[in-house]
């Protein structure tokens, strides 16, 4: 339905890379129109803080501060693990130097190379 890939400076680690990427997926999501979504991360650190009630005191609290409060303009949205090697199209995108001049951000289209990951990657596997 939609991908975007953001350009960010100074991430001091992958922690915190994921923890904004989170933010990403979720501003993309609302700007878009979505009421419920579910957010998938490879990172699960940053997965059980947002689903933690919880208020978080980590390098990443202000991000998480920040999903949690736009995630309260949907009707549903959940955050989920996924594990690293079924994230291929995350990765794909995120490492693919053709993207690399800047932000970049795609709706109802996906950029080359992608579909096929999808379908490779579809149904996930248990």
Same mark, same amino acid.
């Not at 979504?37 to 005191?57: Q, T």
């Given at each position: 339905?939609?991908?975007?890939?953001?350009?960010?400076?100074?991430?001091?680690?992958?922690?915190?890379?994921?923890?904004?990427?989170?933010?990403?997926?979720?501003?993309? &999501?609302?700007?878009?129109?979505?009421? $419920?979504?579910?957010?998938?991360?490879?990172?699960?650190?940053?997965? $059980? @803080?947002? $689903?933690?009630?919880?208020?978080? !005191?980590?390098?990443?609290? =202000?991000?998480?501060?920040?999903? @949690?409060?736009?995630?309260?303009? !949907?009707?549903?949205?959940? !955050?989920?693990?996924?594990?690293?090697?079924?994230?291929?199209?995350?990765? &794909?995108?995120?490492?693919?130097?053709?993207?690399?001049?800047?932000?970049? !951000?795609?709706?109802?289209?996906?950029?080359?190379? =992608?579909?096929?990951?999808?379908?490779?990657?579809?149904?996930?596997?248990?």
């Amino acid at each position: 339905m939609g991908a975007g890939r953001r350009v960010s400076h100074h991430i001091s680690s992958a922690f915190y890379a994921e923890a904004v990427a989170a933010l990403h997926a979720v501003t993309l &999501l609302s700007d878009l129109g979505f009421r $419920r979504a579910v957010v998938e991360g490879d990172s699960l650190a940053v997965i $059980r @803080k947002l $689903r933690s009630p919880v208020d978080d !005191f980590s390098e990443i609290s =202000v991000i998480i501060h920040d999903i @949690k409060a736009r995630s309260t303009e !949907f009707e549903g949205i959940s !955050f989920q693990h996924t594990f690293r090697p079924l994230n291929l199209v995350a990765h &794909l995108i995120a490492g693919d130097v053709r993207f690399n001049s800047g932000d970049r !951000f795609w709706v109802e289209e996906v950029p080359d190379g =992608v579909t096929q990951a999808v379908q490779d990657d579809w149904p996930p596997q248990s």
